[in-house]
T-cell receptor
Framework: ETGVTQTPRHLVMGMTNKKSLKCEQH?????MYWYKQSAKKPLELMFV???????ENNSVPSRFSPECPNSSHLFLHLHTLQPEDSALYLC????????????FGPGTRLTVL | AQKITQTQPGMFVQEKEAVTLDCTYD???????LFWYKQPSSGEMIFLIY??????QNATEGRYSLNFQKARKSANLVISASQLGDSAMYFC?????????????FGKGTLLTVNP
């Protein structure tokens, strides 16, 4: 595997389900990110982990719970989601120093019924 | 707070012609970074080009160049010799300086369609 991978690529869940999104980066980076991309809205930064510590939480509802067990893996745990949470969830990684570009995964298309 | 404005929801260009995608930004920072990303229909965001606020020369990467006009706070992307594979959404983004240089703020994007 190379770059940033995300699984699953597509997910359909009910509002009472619990699921997790997984992201893995193979670039040796030390920062990882979760973004939400809804239709007709700019990408929204949700969480940032740098050196495995959460450094940013952009007022994201508690039904989204991130986990970063090491610098290569990032999870987004989902529970009791709402239909408006349906979106493309993108993971990215970068080196945290200076203006380094972020490398993105292919995303998980989430549909909440 | 930083803001990115992309005023062109959609653009059309003929294959092999050049196209300019507009981006203006608003920031009070003296130091910042500007980025362009491409998002094909598959969903993955692909990094294209970077411009630092103190870079004196416009950035270029192959067929991509960034027309950076600091006083006007604009960072337009120029794609030369368009190809059918260039059809995608294009996002302008920026990061602030200092310890928050990981915070990418994105514009709403421009959908580019390349016609044969």
């Amino acid at each position: 595997e190379t770059g940033v991978t995300q699984t699953p690529r597509h997910l359909v869940m009910g509002m009472t389900n619990k699921k997790s999104l997984k992201c893995e980066q193979h670039l040796g980076h030390n920062a990882m990110y979760w973004y939400k991309q809804s239709a007709k809205k700019p990408l929204e930064l949700m969480f940032v982990y740098s050196l495995e510590e959460r450094v940013e939480n952009n007022s994201v509802p508690s039904r989204f719970s991130p986990e970063c067990p090491n610098s290569s893996h990032l999870f987004l745990h989902l529970h009791t989601l709402q239909p408006e949470d349906s979106a493309l969830y993108l993971c990215a990684s970068s080196q945290s120093d200076s203006y380094n570009e972020q490398f993105f995964g292919p995303g998980t298309r989430l549909t909440v019924l | 707070a930083q803001k990115i404005t992309q005023t062109q929801p959609g653009m059309f260009v003929q294959e092999k012609e050049a196209v300019t995608l507009d981006c203006t930004y608003d920031t009070s920072d003296q130091s910042y970074g500007l980025f362009w990303y491409k998002q094909p229909s598959s969903g993955e965001m692909i990094f294209l080009i970077y411009q630092g606020s103190y870079d004196e020369q416009n950035a270029t990467e192959g067929r991509y160049s960034l027309n950076f006009q600091k006083a006007r706070k604009s960072a337009n992307l120029v794609i030369s010799a368009s190809q059918l594979g260039d059809s995608a959404m294009y996002f302008c983004a920026m990061t602030p300086g200092g310890g928050s240089n990981y915070k990418l703020t994105f514009g709403k994007g421009t959908l580019l369609t390349v016609n044969p």
